[in-house]
């Protein structure tokens, strides 16, 4: 049953919230963090489980990540473009890799699952069913208590005024719900989170109303055996709510972060957050998470759970004074109080200074790229405590983006020098994501295969840097 616009403002009257017109003449359309018809490049995947056991990830000082694989392809059909990978561990110890495919005979929703040794449990699946003259794009994935995951993703017409969100549940047998749309109007942001008991919820950012006022925030809930549950409101306003995520914390409640902008009515732009039960009810409270610079277009703000109970803000924002842009990562404490300031995750020497050349275009003329430019951060927590961050930037020695990782240990210190997650690749990479799998982590991201780009992951025993 497709949750329609005048459905939505039903649900919502109760909660007394009132139109109100986005004062962001950028963001009008169907979509994305700036005005595209996207969250941001970045597909986020949340809700995966802590890593298990203690691990062997503790007191590395290293530079190079123990892999258990050299980096693999995920795609087993190279026609066309694979895009925007997402990352979601599985209660079994394995995980699920889902993306989408850009071909001019068609596009589609992919996953393939992998087993907890890293081997493929089969070949990729369709997720979606294919709609003559719909386009699908950016899917994103979370594994379920008791086996199986689900992935949404957004469809739009071929000339983006009719916007949809689907969502698909893969049950542990493999077999597949039917594909549930919802209409939307107006929309920048959307995510998934586990429930206790194999129920799931997804977070949705959107209006109710045609003429795209009153937006908002809201967690739709559905039970193990799909049926809709309920729609709760997150966040509402003259705001534009950006970067829901969604996650699992250490002591079985969920943490549903995002960040919001009210620059429209002469404030800034912050992090966000509410805790809710394990069972997906919000707790009335929304928590500060510090302001940001509000880089949406570059990056999603993504949330980790730590093994104490505590959590990480991960995001990419314009360092002060500069046009350069750098990852950061906010610790808080499991009630919600930040832990110190936001730690840099890579001091990046300028690469333009090392004689690797690189200029981009826009209105202005032809420029030397800002540096250090880190895009796409992900975070995921590790066995010992600590947590890992991957990011895109471009690369010390040649042109293009490529991936790096650097691991910390729970109070925020760096285990190492950032490396690069495949340093045997010389073809450029991006938009990786990064989820705790095991005693480990397993790292994805999109590179270059023999058509046109792939899906490539690797799998890593373990967090330290040694």
């Not at 649900?11 to 003449?25: D, P």
């Not at 018809?37 to 970045?42: F, G, L, T, V």
């Not at 208590?145 to 071929?158: F, I, L």
């Not at 509000?294 to 093994?307: E, I, M």
Request: charged share 15%; proline share 5%; with cysteine.
């Amino acid at each position: 049953m497709a949750l329609t616009a005048s459905g939505l403002a039903r649900r919502l009257a109760r909660w007394g919230v009132q139109a109100a017109i986005v004062g962001l003449a950028a963001c009008g359309g169907g979509g994305g963090d700036s005005g595209t018809p996207a969250d941001s490049p970045s597909s986020t995947t949340s809700g995966s489980p802590l890593p298990s056991g203690t691990g062997p990830m503790g007191g590395g000082t290293g530079e190079t990540p123990v892999a258990m694989s050299a980096a693999f392809q995920v795609n087993t059909s190279a026609a066309g473009a694979q895009l925007s990978p997402a990352l979601a561990a599985l209660s079994d110890g394995g995980f699920v890799i889902a993306w989408h495919r850009d071909d001019p005979q068609g596009n589609g929703i992919f996953a393939r699952r992998f087993a907890a040794d890293g081997s493929p449990t089969g070949d990729e699946i369709r997720i979606d069913e294919p709609v003559t003259g719909r386009v699908v794009e950016t899917a994103k994935v979370v594994g379920l208590d008791g086996g199986g995951y689900v992935v949404t993703w957004r469809s739009h017409s071929p000339d983006f005024d009719q916007w949809a969100v689907a969502i698909r549940h893969v049950r542990a047998d493999g077999s597949l719900s039917a594909v549930r749309e919802d209409v939307v109007t107006f929309f920048h942001t959307y995510d998934l989170v586990s429930l206790a008991g194999g129920g799931y919820g997804r977070l949705l950012q959107g209006s109710p109303n045609p003429d795209n006022s009153g937006v908002v925030l809201v967690l739709d809930r559905f039970g193990a055996d799909d049926t809709f549950i309920d729609t709760q409101l997150v966040d509402s306003g003259q705001v534009l709510q950006t970067s829901a995520f969604g996650t699992v914390l250490a002591d079985g409640r969920r943490l549903v972060s995002w960040a919001r902008s009210d620059v429209a009515q002469g404030g800034g732009v912050g992090l966000f957050f509410q805790f809710m039960s394990a069972g997906g009810t919000l707790d009335p409270v929304t928590h500060p998470g510090g302001e940001v610079s509000g880089t949406f277009n570059a990056s999603a703000y993504q949330s980790a759970a730590l093994r104490d109970g505590s959590f990480v803000i991960v995001g990419t924002d314009l360092l002060a004074g500069t046009s350069n842009q750098a990852a950061l990562v906010q610790r808080f404490g499991a009630d919600g109080t930040l832990i110190g300031s936001r730690i840099r995750v890579d001091d990046e020497a300028d690469v333009a200074a090392l004689g690797t050349p690189c200029t981009f275009a826009d209105q202005g003329g032809v420029h030397p790229c800002p540096f250090p430019m880190q895009t796409n951060a992900t975070v995921a927590g590790t066995a010992d405590g600590g947590f890992v961050v991957a990011w895109d930037t471009q690369d010390r020695q040649r042109p293009g983006n490529f991936v790096y990782l650097r691991t910390f240990d729970a109070q925020g210190n760096p285990l190492g020098v950032p490396a690069r997650a495949d340093a045997a690749n010389a073809t450029p990479e991006s938009m990786p994501e990064v989820r705790g799998v095991g005693q480990g982590f397993v790292v994805t991201w999109m590179g270059q295969d023999a058509d046109q780009s792939g899906i490539f992951a690797r799998d890593f025993s373990g967090g330290t840097l040694q």
